[in-house]
């Protein structure tokens, strides 16, 4: 199975700021990595797709790279909206998910 | 609006069997693929079934393979999971979602199971 390998667990933040939340991955999975948001007792959001390719509505603030197997996903000018979990997975293979990243204040 | 409503879920005992619904509005469902996803506070999200627009094809997550049936009307544009000899570890918020070509673009709101005697 493909291991995602999120970072950090948790992340502390103010509005304004910029995150970045990295996920790297056991073996290639070319781009095929997706970012989600969710929010509690939401489902989750789809956000980023193909590592940087960002889904029809999303705010620009949101943006994703890849270097290899580790993959980033940063907001920019944090919104308080944007406080919720992060969660990366990979679509190469079957689809396993990254254990998530609490964005909070 | 594309929507995912499942239904279904609820208290179940151990090695029971319980059967889940995902009715889809909104968009063309009989030409999409479809997943199921589970969430735990343990162990997070966790992929269960996928299954072709056709049900031609379909996979299953190791830990369900032989437990779990996905299954599809696209007459009664609904998918299906039918979960049998359900343990404790199977407690958990149950999603539907549909797949973009192996993209999961859009989840329901969820349905929660619980396994408990």
């Known amino acids: 199975d493909i291991v995602m390998t999120q970072s950090p667990s948790t992340l502390s933040a103010s509005v304004g700021d910029t995150v970045t939340i990295t996920c790297r991955a056991s073996?290639?999975?070319?781009?095929?990595l997706a970012w989600y948001q969710q929010k509690p007792g939401k489902a989750p959001k789809l956000l980023i797709f193909?590592?940087?390719s960002l889904e029809g509505g999303v705010s620009s603030r949101f943006s994703g790279s890849q270097s290899g197997t580790e993959f980033t996903l940063t907001i920019s000018s944090l919104q308080p909206d944007d406080f919720a979990t992060y969660y990366c997975?990979?679509?190469?293979?079957?689809?396993?998910f990254g254990q998530g990243t609490r964005v909070e204040i | 609006e594309v929507q995912l409503v499942e239904s279904g879920g609820g208290l179940v005992q151990p090695g029971g069997s319980l059967r889940l619904s995902c009715a889809a509005s909104?968009?063309?469902?009989?030409?999409?693929?479809m997943d199921w996803v589970r969430q735990t506070p343990g162990k997070g999200l966790e992929w269960l079934a996928y299954i072709t627009s056709s049900s031609g094809t379909i996979y299953y997550a190791e830990s369900v393979e032989g437990r779990f049936t996905i299954s599809r009307d696209n007459t009664k544009n609904l998918l299906y999971l039918q979960m049998t000899s359900l343990r404790d570890d199977d407690t958990a918020v149950y999603y539907c979602a549909r797949d973009r070509t192996t993209l999961i673009d859009f989840w329901g709101q969820g349905t929660l199971v619980t396994v408990s005697s």
């Open positions: 909104g968009f063309n469902f009989g030409i999409y693929s």
């Open positions: 073996q290639s999975i070319a781009g095929w």
């Open positions: 997975q990979q679509y190469h293979t079957y689809w396993t």
């Open positions: 193909k590592a940087s």
